[in-house]
């Protein structure tokens, strides 16, 4: 049979890359999943606090947008290097409150005293995600979300961080939305998924364009 020539780049399409996320977090390899997409986690073994003490000596300092994609970008490119043929997705996420950036905290008495500076103000989620292939970025996409906490009493706090135990340790905010810690909040503005450190839509858009994914 004799195709005709506009048919014969359908016959011999590429397979789709295989997907890595670089990293071994819980809330976005289920992300991935319910989406259904296949892919691997690896863990980056990227430094991130090394990662943010140069990137604060940086032009961009004050652009906590970039830093989110700066982690994000190192986490996509460090599992890139041993695995070239695969796109791989890197993201993270910073918390900024009246200008000043947080990290996740170290034990539950820092937990309490960042609910305390959170209390009856509006902080920023920064969730950075990079595509990397081949050892290059090919992709990058950055959204904030903004969440106004309540002005809850020292009762509440104490209830909810006996409840909620040491998982309060795992978010930089010190809440999961899908928990008790929705019950910190008064207003959220922004996606669901930015909240959660993946900006799922934008990705999905993205893997699709590459042929990672169906259309």
Request: aromatic fraction near 6%; charged fraction near 20%.
């Amino acid at each position: 049979m004799i195709f005709p020539m506009a048919l014969i780049p359908l016959l011999h399409k590429s397979p789709a890359p295989p997907l890595i996320l670089a990293s071994a977090s819980k809330v976005r390899g289920a992300l991935l999943r319910n989406a259904g997409l296949e892919f691997e986690a690896r863990e980056s073994g990227v430094n991130e606090a090394q990662l943010k003490i140069e990137f604060a000596k940086s032009p961009d300092a004050q652009n906590i947008d970039a830093l989110a994609l700066k982690l994000a970008e190192a986490k996509a490119l460090a599992v890139s290097a041993n695995a070239p043929e695969a796109l791989v997705i890197g993201a993270d996420q910073i918390l900024s409150c009246n200008g000043k950036a947080y990290d996740k905290p170290r034990d539950m008495a820092q937990a309490r005293a960042n609910l305390q500076t959170f209390r009856a103000r509006a902080h920023v989620l920064h969730s950075g995600v990079a595509l990397a292939q081949g050892g290059e970025i090919v992709w990058r996409h950055a959204d904030q979300a903004s969440l106004t906490m309540r002005d809850f009493g020292e009762v509440f706090l104490d209830a909810y961080l006996k409840a909620v135990g040491e998982k309060v340790l795992s978010s930089v905010g010190c809440y999961q939305l899908e928990g008790p810690g929705v019950q910190l909040f008064e207003k959220i503005e922004g996606d669901y998924f930015t909240i959660l450190g993946l900006p799922l839509l934008p990705l999905l858009a993205e893997l699709r364009k590459r042929g990672a994914i169906a259309r």
